[in-house]
């Protein structure tokens, strides 16, 4: 956990060796000459100490948030940091019940200190404090506090910590050796210990914002989500809240990827014998769409496309219709398809693929520009074209049929529906190659950006763009290629009006791009609203940056962060070189698709997730409710592959927070003190006072609150039965063992035992509970006693009286009280002597 600051900063570390190798051995006795010391100083000019890599991380062994609600207790990790409300309550649980144990004193003087202590496992921080980054160590129970800092602590609060560890060494060190116990505490990067952690400008500059290096790029980590998997082309979800991706490969075949990372093992679609594809190095033909019907958790229709050969030797793209089985919601049903249109191919390249809904419930068909070089088809090409499909953003109504014998229909507001040179379905054109589309789901909160249409379309020789598509919209192919000309008659023709690009690199950059997504997920919030992309042949992913005033797009690179900021369990920071294509599963998290070696049949295809170090969404935030998946058949587990960046997955052992078990004893309050009698002076003093009670039991106020009214007036009744009955034994054992003791009589005398004036208590018991039934029994020497005493003895004087006695204090009760009480048992009568 030692930063390269510290290690130039400690003998031991680096910067010793570069200065040791400089001025060789000095031992202890020479002293330095005035040359060895300015050798020394200008080394440690030429070597230059590099801040701290600051690295966030939770005790949970994620990035830190921003809390979706205001803190009570550690409200100066309320801005960011890793407690949501919940652990912040928790602490503070934790925190009264420490100061319970302490004195009006301890109090004083340990309150605040103890706070920032125990609120650092809030800080964002808390991993590096607590020493949670090495796997192989248990986590700390108390975090690295800096030794000034805890020798000032430890000097006034050594009595707290006995409350914070069960750690033995502390406990004793803490009470004797200061200097022991803070070595023990601190941390061997000064940067990371409390409160250095908190001033460090290294550390505290820019947290919570995505990590960028030196050259402004952003560093992003992954995981590893599938492989095993033949050039998988795309990913998408169904749209049905059960949260399944669906993998389609190049060969035809579309799998089924449950929430929990395993794989169906039967595919959900087997159209390997339909496909056209060859195991050629970069062929792209194949099964290369697919998209689900948007109401598909209802009319189980979906929608592939796909290329064919007819007759071993026309070449087509197909799109057909589909639907699931109604016997299985993992397997379509391959008796279904239904054709829904079909394009002949010129070439063997530049077939278009993408499939995809608008938010408008229309299909769009994304067609390549028939192939070859520089689309030579024609006068002015297949893109330019209107009455070609080929080199065109199609829009079709799939939800009916014309009279014609479609089996779609034409939307009524197609922009060319009126135009006779033009086809139909067509919705925008002058496009080359257009590789992975996709749908723009908006802002989480104000939805901008919804609906809009981002592809990546495929370079000639110089550019790439990136483009949103509208209706109507001429994309500039092979008039123009990026912002530049290509054809220069065409590019010069007044009547071209093509919409620019919103973005277009260089092929020194790369050769060939990839589609992607704009980041609408909950998880990485930094991410929000940034289009991100790739380039298949030099494998490098990029993004971009809208400024929302002038509606400009700006370049933001993206690289794979270093070890030291991807250094989460599980995270990796590499990728496969040739990116296929990008994927948004159910929640809007982001993917991309990846191969070491693009042949259709290579095994050797990884899906990897975007994941941010710098920040996370608070807990609980992100948490989805997918509807249960029926699974028939074997399940096959996922078993990464890639290498992480820490060599092991495994999270260091914690041990669960202390809890106090609060004394069973009442505090002492100023009436119960009581004058006790010193042994060597015979004097009375007065006990010390018990502090008073900083939080009310919790347990004692759960049990009163638990325990009605109702029911504890019939428990009331049963203990004053039970009482009279204990009492009356306890009574008579007491006359046994007294007359035993005080007065031996012969074995043959009878004993008759007197009557006690105790004797007559179970029925006034029992006659006070019939009458008052929360009242609480009489003490000695009050009013009450007396006139207890008085009817004691009206009661001794006969059976007779007693009864008359009980009739005329039941006439004195009101009807409902004497309804109530006539359920009751009746008294036994005594036998007076």
């Known amino acids: 956990m030692t930063s390269t600051r510290a290690a130039a900063l400690h003998p031991s570390g680096a910067g010793c060796a570069v200065l040791c190798a400089v001025v060789g051995p000095i031992s202890s006795r020479s002293i330095p000459s005035l040359l060895d010391f300015v050798l020394i100083i200008s080394v440690m000019l030429l070597v230059p100490i590099q801040p701290a890599s600051?690295?966030?991380?939770?005790?949970?062994?994620?990035?830190?948030?921003?809390?979706?609600?205001?803190?009570?207790?550690?409200?100066?990790?309320?801005?960011?940091?890793?407690?949501?409300?919940?652990?912040?309550?928790?602490?503070?649980?934790?925190?009264?019940?420490?100061?319970?144990?302490?004195?009006?004193?301890?109090?004083?003087?340990?309150?605040?200190?103890?706070?920032?202590?125990?609120?650092?496992?809030?800080?964002?921080?808390?991993?590096?404090?607590?020493?949670?980054?090495?796997?192989?160590?248990?986590?700390?129970?108390?975090?690295?506090?800096?030794?000034?800092?805890?020798?000032?602590?430890?000097?006034?609060?050594?009595?707290?910590?006995?409350?914070?560890?069960?750690?033995?060494?502390?406990?004793?060190?803490?009470?004797?050796?200061?200097?022991?116990?803070?070595?023990?505490?601190?941390?061997?990067?000064?940067?990371?210990?409390?409160?250095?952690?908190?001033?460090?400008?290294?550390?505290?500059?820019?947290?919570?914002?995505?990590v960028e290096d030196p050259?402004?790029?952003?560093?992003?980590?992954?995981?590893?989500?599938?492989?095993?998997?033949?050039?998988?082309?795309?990913?998408?979800?169904?749209?049905?809240?059960?949260?399944?991706?669906?993998?389609?490969?190049?060969?035809?075949?579309?799998?089924?990827?449950?929430?929990?990372g395993s794989r169906l093992e039967s595919p959900f679609l087997d159209m390997s014998g339909e496909v056209m594809t060859t195991p050629w190095l970069g062929d792209e033909r194949g099964f290369l769409g697919m998209t689900f019907h948007p109401k598909y958790r209802d009319n189980g229709r979906f929608f592939i496309y796909y290329s064919i050969q007819v007759?071993?030797?026309?070449?087509?793209?197909?799109?057909?219709?589909?639907?699931?089985?109604?016997?299985?919601?993992?397997?379509?049903?391959?008796?279904?398809?239904?054709?829904?249109?079909?394009?002949?191919?010129?070439?063997?390249?530049?077939?278009?693929?993408?499939?995809?809904?608008?938010l408008d419930g229309y299909l769009y068909i994304f067609t390549g520009d028939g192939g070859k070089a520089g689309d030579p088809f024609g006068k002015y090409g297949n893109s330019q074209n209107k009455s070609a499909l080929l080199g065109k953003v199609l829009r079709i109504d799939v939800d009916g049929s014309d009279s014609s014998g479609k089996h779609y229909r034409f939307p009524p507001d197609n922009p060319f529906l009126g135009d006779p040179d033009a086809r139909p379905e067509v919705y925008a054109y002058g496009v080359r190659n257009?590789?992975?589309?996709?749908v723009d789901r908006g802002d989480l909160v104000s939805r901008y950006g919804r609906g809009r249409i981002f592809c990546g379309d495929v370079g000639q020789n110089r550019y790439e763009e990136i483009d949103i598509i509208v209706k109507g919209g001429n994309y500039g192919w092979r008039a123009k290629e990026g912002f530049e000309c290509y054809d220069v008659k065409l590019c010069h023709n007044s009547s071209l009006n093509d919409i620019l690009p919103i973005f277009a690199y260089s092929h020194h950059v790369g050769k060939s791009v990839t589609g992607g997504y704009v980041y609408r997920g909950c998880e990485s919030p930094n991410l929000n609203g940034l289009y991100f992309f790739g380039d298949f042949m030099s494998g490098r992913i990029m993004a971009l940056e809208e400024d929302k005033t002038t509606g400009n797009w700006k370049e933001r690179n993206v690289c794979m962060g270093d070890t030291k900021t991807c250094s989460f369990p599980g995270l990796i920071n590499h990728h496969h070189k040739f990116i296929i294509s990008f994927a948004e599963d159910e929640a809007g998290e982001l993917y991309f698709l990846a191969t070491t070696y693009p042949s259709a049949m290579s095994p050797f295809g990884t899906v990897f997730k975007f994941m941010d170090p710098s920040r996370r969404a608070p807990p609980g935030k992100c948490k989805q409710k997918p509807l249960p998946v029926k699974v028939r058949g074997k399940k096959i587990p996922f078993v990464p592959r890639e290498l992480t960046v820490l060599d092991t997955n495994e999270k260091p052992t914690r041990p669960p927070p202390r809890k106090f078990k609060l004394t069973t004893k009442?505090?002492?309050?100023?009436?119960?003190?009581?004058?006790?009698?010193?042994?060597?002076?015979?004097?009375?003093?007065?006990?010390?006072?018990?502090?008073?009670?900083?939080?009310?039991?919790?347990?004692?106020?759960?049990?009163?609150?638990?325990?009605?009214?109702?029911?504890?007036?019939?428990?009331?009744k049963q203990a004053a039965n039970d009482q009279m009955k204990k009492n009356t034994l306890t009574q008579k054992s007491k006359e046994q063992s007294k007359k035993t003791t005080v007065k031996i009589k012969p074995v043959g005398d009878k004993v008759k035992p007197k009557t006690n004036q105790t004797a007559l208590q179970p029925p006034k018991i029992l006659k006070d509970n019939k009458i008052h039934t929360k009242k609480i029994p009489p003490k000695k020497g009050t009013q009450h006693q007396i006139r207890h005493e008085k009817n004691s003895i009206k009661l001794k004087q006969s059976a007779k009286e007693y009864h008359a006695f009980m009739n005329k204090t039941k006439t004195n009760l009101n009807a409902k009280i004497n309804r109530t009480m006539q359920n009751r048992p009746k008294a036994r009568k005594l036998k007076m002597p």
């Open 215 to 260: 050259r402004g790029c952003l560093q992003v980590c992954l995981t590893e989500v599938a492989n095993n998997l033949r050039n998988p082309v795309l990913m998408l979800h169904s749209g049905d809240d059960t949260h399944r991706m669906f993998i389609a490969e190049q060969v035809g075949f579309v799998w089924v990827y449950l929430r929990d």
């Open 54 to 210: 600051a690295h966030p991380q939770c005790l949970d062994f994620e990035p830190p948030f921003i809390p979706s609600w205001h803190l009570e207790f550690c409200t100066q990790y309320e801005q960011f940091g890793c407690c949501d409300q919940r652990t912040d309550n928790m602490i503070a649980e934790r925190y009264w019940d420490i100061i319970d144990q302490l004195e009006v004193a301890g109090y004083e003087l340990c309150a605040d200190t103890l706070k920032e202590i125990m609120c650092q496992e809030c800080s964002p921080y808390a991993a590096h404090l607590y020493d949670a980054e090495d796997p192989y160590t248990p986590v700390r129970e108390l975090p690295g506090l800096c030794f000034g800092y805890c020798s000032e602590f430890l000097g006034k609060c050594h009595h707290v910590v006995k409350y914070l560890t069960e750690n033995q060494l502390l406990r004793d060190t803490a009470e004797r050796d200061v200097t022991t116990f803070c070595s023990i505490v601190d941390l061997s990067d000064q940067d990371y210990c409390y409160p250095n952690v908190l001033k460090s400008p290294d550390l505290n500059s820019n947290l919570g914002a995505v």
């Open 666 to 716: 009442p505090p002492v309050t100023s009436s119960q003190v009581k004058p006790t009698t010193s042994a060597a002076s015979g004097t009375k003093t007065m006990s010390a006072a018990v502090k008073p009670k900083w939080k009310s039991d919790k347990k004692a106020r759960k049990e009163n609150k638990l325990k009605p009214w109702r029911k504890n007036k019939v428990l009331t």
């Open 311 to 358: 007759n071993s030797k026309l070449e087509k793209v197909r799109v057909s219709e589909m639907k699931v089985s109604a016997y299985n919601m993992n397997m379509a049903d391959p008796d279904s398809e239904r054709v829904i249109l079909e394009i002949e191919e010129p070439a063997a390249n530049h077939n278009g693929g993408q499939l995809l809904f608008g």
């Open 434 to 438: 257009m590789w992975r589309c996709s």
